[in-house]
Structures are given as structure tokens and as C-alpha cells.
């Protein structure tokens, strides 16, 4: 089959789907997770995430934005390498067009558990957990992959960047 066949059956296929096509990450010039180097510490430990999390939900519901909640803590390299890639200046301005982020620690999977809780998970099973919620509903847009960047040292900043987009439409 040519080359064009494909990619308008591959289109059909997307369109049919009834799920609208996810946004295009931008390309990053870190190649690799020591590029990041050195590495954020983005969690505040003496934050109030109840707090943190209303306000990010109200500005993401205005501004018809996705909740990005990122729970994990700075001990973990997992989620420093993600806020890494957050950072990114390629990345900065493709995350607050479509996102509103808020970052909430975990402790040691000990702090800020009613949050964890409210999305339906009593105790995550790694960080960073990264709960999409749609803000008008308050329900997660990505229940079945909120710890699919648990191993982020493992993936390349662009694997993160194109994860981090499939959730946009």
C-alpha cells in the first residue's frame, strides 16, 4: 500500500474514533535526561496543596485550560526529571497554553493523601503521579496512566513532551 494510502486510512481511523486528535509536542533540543542537568527541586513542602489545587482548578476551568496536578516529591529523581522537561524553553510555552500546573508533594507518600484520594487513589503506586483532570468536571481525563512517568529517568525528554501532549486536544 502507498505511503498516502496509509496515512489517510490512519486519519479515517483517528477521525471515526469519535476522540478528537491530541496536540503535537514540540520538539526539544535535550536529547537525553543529563541535558536537564541540574535538575529542579519544584515541590514546596510547607504549601497548602487543598488550597493550591481549588485555585489551579478555578484558573484552569477560565481560561479553558487542563488541571495538570503533579504529585511526587523532590527526593524522587523521577519527578525532578519531569519538572526538568516542564522547564525545557521549547517546552514552557506549549505547557501553559494548554495546561495550568499545579505541584503537590507527596512526603513519603504520607502528605496530601485526600487529594490522591478525591481522584480515586488511596495511595499511589509511584511518582510522579500526574492526575489530567478536565476542571469543568472535575474527573481525570488519564485514570489508567496517572503513574506512567513513574520511570521518567528511563524515557527521553521528547517521550515525556509527546506523553504530556496526547492529553491535548
Known amino acids: 500500500m502507498k505511503f498516502a494510502a496509509v496515512v489517510a486510512l490512519a486519519l479515517l481511523a483517528g477521525a471515526c474514533s469519535g476522540k478528537a486528535p491530541a496536540a503535537t509536542a514540540p520538539k526539544l533540543h535535550a536529547q537525553t535526561i543529563d541535558a536537564l542537568a541540574p535538575l529542579p527541586l519544584p515541590y ?3 504549601a497548602n496543596a487543598d488550597a493550591a489545587v481549588a485555585a489551579a482548578r478555578a484558573k484552569a476551568k477560565a481560561s479553558h485550560k487542563l488541571l495538570l496536578i503533579d504529585y511526587g516529591g523532590n527526593w524522587c529523581l523521577d519527578c525532578r526529571v519531569l519538572a526538568g522537561v516542564m ?12 495546561y495550568v500546573v499545579v505541584k503537590v508533594d507527596s512526603g513519603r507518600f504520607d502528605k496530601n493523601t485526600d487529594i490522591t484520594a478525591h481522584y480515586g487513589f488511596k495511595r499511589p503506586a509511584g511518582v510522579p503521579t ?9 474527573r481525570l481525563v488519564n485514570p489508567k ?3 506512567a512517568l513513574a520511570d521518567a529517568r528511563s524515557m527521553t525528554p521528547q517521550g515525556i513532551a509527546d506523553w504530556l501532549a496526547q492529553w491535548v486536544k
Not at 87 to 98: N, V
Not at 131 to 137: E, L, N
Open 44 to 46: 514546596d513542602e510547607h
Open 87 to 98: 522547564e525545557q524553553p521549547e517546552m514552557r510555552p506549549f505547557i501553559d497554553s494548554h
Open 130 to 138: 500526574v492526575f489530567i483532570v478536565d476542571p469543568r468536571t472535575d
Open 145 to 147: 496512566s496517572v503513574v
